[in-house]
């Protein structure tokens, strides 16, 4: 395949198949082939946790132009669910340790809820993916990551605070500093605090028993049932942990108490908390102007008023593009990151995370965050 | 203001006629899944195959016309069933890349950032209005009672002829408003971006059809570049007459700025309906005119994916007859002698008398 895909990587192959880009052909022909977007085929499905919100693991190998990832990186997924022509996006963490370019991968996912009877994305992949499927994934993308690589290995503690399914790149990144050679003699202390409903809900439950048994400076902490975070027990795990850099990752509950343990970073300090949280979409009831609009690039938020969000962006000065003004053009298709959307002339409603939507004919319904 | 509508609604029918209208649109999109979205997987595969057979046909010499026709269809269905509208956003709903009209680029000179504005904003969002619709003998042509006549007009034919051959680049260069550069309404600092645009999509454009291919044929490089070439016009050609048919036979009407203030919804409809024209056939012209062919539903509906518009015509045809409206439908035959004599009659100047029965409607249900 080597140089093969040097040749359909070529620039002369780009002209031939100018104007639609080359993977356009090839995937007509192999799914798994692709010069420039990234696909996945499943390998390996292993079951985690059982229960309601059962969690899996999927083994991907990725299209040759996967670039690698950092650990504690995550990646875009889209699947087409049986039933919905739609192909539908999410995003996940990765579990595996760090990968070098075209390496397999692996995603650790809990099914959620189906939610306003909206089709769930992680419960089909949780529960429906099986060797063979093959998924759309983007680059790795995200900054949640360790900064020390194992050429430059750091010599401060770490420490990781995770909560459910926050686990992930926390795991991520312990499995890279292990397969590069971490252990005992390393005199950096890695300390792993993780919040599960229960035993039985425990992600790596064998694999972080084996850690905890090993010769290496890792102390493995796991607090199951209803004990919620609280400083007292981290401050008694953990007695330096306000100078300790730490990796918080789990449900915006978790990740509140966590920062409010962590007062006032001073600028020494600073940067020493890192904090990744999993946002459930905001459902708001119809109707209701409540809530502020945010439009992410440009910086500007201000209190929704129920106008389309065009035309809130442009009180607030800014000159999307747009043309029609009545939902027919789609020069003002922009992406909606957060909140719930009513298209003002079908009436639906839309929480989706990380949706295309027509500004023009879009109005907010309580929070709502605009890629703008 | 020459125009006077004989079909006229009251502003209470308009609001109903509205409210039938988006009951129907609101159903389809309801409706919208897997079927839509195999079929235009369908086409795209069918396209991409008639593309490399067309290809590859140009290296056994007496295969040279079958060559040229696989790459005429498939550049007519990449431009029409699978760029116009995926470009429309017919098919954004899949959350599909390459079927995205934020992504999709088609096989021909304009470069799809400037088609969209011209067309999907400008085109249909104004669709004839004097003085605003662009698409309206664009720029060139005097197709319409309500542009003044020029001498310059006496040439409308000639016109017509050169905007067909060369449609392609008509289209690309169509975004310049040239007509309104040369009346000083437009400046070279506004076009700057849109011509850098065309600029970059014609070199890669012409390099492909008539250097690249060519030149991988090795000695056969002329007979590939007029294979080319051939298929690039003929795809001009039959582009150039489905979309007259969609706006210029006899009957259909067009509309001034002022009846068009403050439209409501159905008033827009109502204009959609009026301004454009179907043209009647079998399944196979509907597929390969992208389905143009029903222009009055594509109006009324542009974001509706196209294979739609036949079932949805059946309603359209029902809700027009309840409402005394006109539905302007006939075989490719008679729309296009009816746009060909429009294009003649353009040309010469009014006669005062006369001044043009707008709409002889009455031809206009024959073919139903």
């Known amino acids: 395949m080597g140089l093969a895909q040097t040749l359909l990587r070529s620039r002369a192959v780009a002209a031939l198949a100018t104007p639609h880009p080359v993977d356009r052909y090839l995937e007509l022909v192999n799914p798994m082939w692709a010069v420039q977007e990234v696909r996945a085929v499943v390998t390996g499905v292993r079951r985690e946790t059982g229960g309601e919100h059962p969690v899996t693991t999927l083994v991907l190998q990725p299209t040759p132009t996967w670039r690698g990832h950092r650990a504690g990186q995550h990646v875009q997924v889209g699947v087409e669910l049986p039933g919905i022509a739609t192909r539908l996006t999410r995003v996940f963490t990765i579990s595996s340790a760090a990968s070098a370019p075209g390496e397999k991968i692996t995603l650790t996912i809990r099914a959620h809820d189906h939610r306003d009877g909206r089709p769930s994305v992680s419960r089909h992949l949780a529960t429906a993916a099986e060797p063979g499927t093959v998924l759309h994934l983007s680059q790795a993308m995200g900054d949640f990551t360790l900064p020390v690589s194992p050429a430059t290995p750091g010599i401060d503690p770490l420490l990781f605070i995770t909560g459910g399914s926050g686990i992930t790149p926390a795991m991520s990144m312990l499995r890279t500093l292990l397969r590069d050679g971490y252990d005992g003699r390393a005199g950096r202390p890695v300390m792993f605090l993780h919040y599960a409903r229960s035993a039985d809900d425990q992600i790596f439950a064998g694999e972080l028993a084996a850690i905890a048994a090993a010769d290496n400076d890792v102390t493995v902490h796991l607090r199951h049932g209803h004990q919620l975070f609280n400083e007292p027990d981290l401050r008694r795990t953990v007695p330096g942990y306000r100078d300790t850099d730490t990796w918080v990752c789990g449900p915006g509950g978790l990740v509140d108490l966590v920062r409010a343990a962590y007062p006032d970073a001073s600028p020494a300090r600073a940067g020493r908390l890192r904090v990744e949280f999993f946002k459930p979409p905001a459902s708001a009831g119809s109707g209701s102007a409540e809530g502020d609009v945010t439009f992410a690039r440009a910086g500007r938020a201000a209190a929704n008023t129920g106008a389309s969000l065009l035309e809130q962006a442009e009180v607030l000065g800014l000159r999307p593009p747009s043309g029609c003004r009545m939902g027919i053009c789609f020069s003002c298709t922009a992406r909606k990151t957060e909140g719930t959307v009513r298209n003002v002339v079908t009436g639906v409603e839309s929480s989706m995370p990380d949706e295309d939507i027509q500004i023009c004919v879009s109005s907010p319904v309580g929070d709502c965050v605009v890629d703008l | ?368």
């Not at chain 2, 016309?65 to 429309?88: F, Q, T, Y």
């Not at chain 2, 739609?308 to 002698?337: S, T």
Request: charged residues 20%.
């Open chain 2, 1 to 368: 203001m020459t125009t006077t509508h004989p079909h006229t609604l009251s502003p209470e029918q308009l609001a109903t006629f509205g409210e039938e209208l988006d009951a129907i649109r609101q159903r389809v999109l309801a409706d919208l899944g897997a079927a839509d979205a195999d079929y235009i997987r369908r086409v795209v595969k069918a396209q991409r195959g008639f593309e490399v057979a067309g290809r590859a046909l140009f290296y056994v010499p007496p295969a040279w016309p079958l060559a040229v026709a696989a790459l005429s269809v498939s550049k007519i269905l990449d431009n029409m069933e699978i760029g116009h509208n995926v470009m429309h956003g017919q098919y954004d709903w899949m959350g599909d890349p390459g079927l995205n009209s934020r992504m999709f680029e088609w096989d021909t000179m304009a470069p799809s950032e400037n088609w969209k504005y011209g067309h999907n904003y400008v085109h249909h969002t104004y669709t004839n209005i004097v003085g605003k619709d662009r698409d309206i003998g664009y720029g060139i042509l005097r197709m319409d009672e309500d542009q003044e006549w020029h001498p310059y007009y006496l040439g409308n034919p000639l016109y017509a002829f050169l905007l067909m051959t060369f449609f392609e680049w008509g289209v690309a260069l169509h975004d310049l408003e040239v007509d309104e550069l040369v009346a000083g309404r437009r400046t070279w600092a506004e076009n700057r971006q849109i011509a850098a645009r065309i600029w970059r999509k014609v070199r890669k454009q012409t390099f492909k059809d008539y250097v690249l291919f060519p030149a991988l044929t090795g000695p056969l490089f002329p007979l590939t570049f007029a294979g080319n070439v051939v298929a690039n016009l003929v795809r001009n050609v039959w582009a150039f007459n489905i979309i007259f048919c969609g706006h210029f036979p006899s009957g259909v009407a067009t509309f001034s700025m002022e009846e068009c203030e403050d439209e409501t919804r159905g008033h827009w409809y109502y204009r959609q309906l009026l301004g454009s024209a179907n043209i009647t056939g079998s399944r196979l012209m509907h597929v390969m005119s992208g389905n143009l062919s029903h222009q009055i539903e594509h109006h009324l509906f542009p974001d509706l994916p196209a294979r739609r518009y036949p079932e949805i015509a059946e309603e359209v045809r029902e809700i027009c007859e309840r409402y005394d409206l006109p539905y302007n439908q006939g075989p490719l035959h008679k729309q296009l002698a009816s746009v060909a004599g429009k294009i003649f009659r353009m040309a010469l100047p009014p006669r005062r008398k006369t001044a043009e029965p707008v709409a002889p409607l009455a031809e206009t249900p024959a073919a139903a």
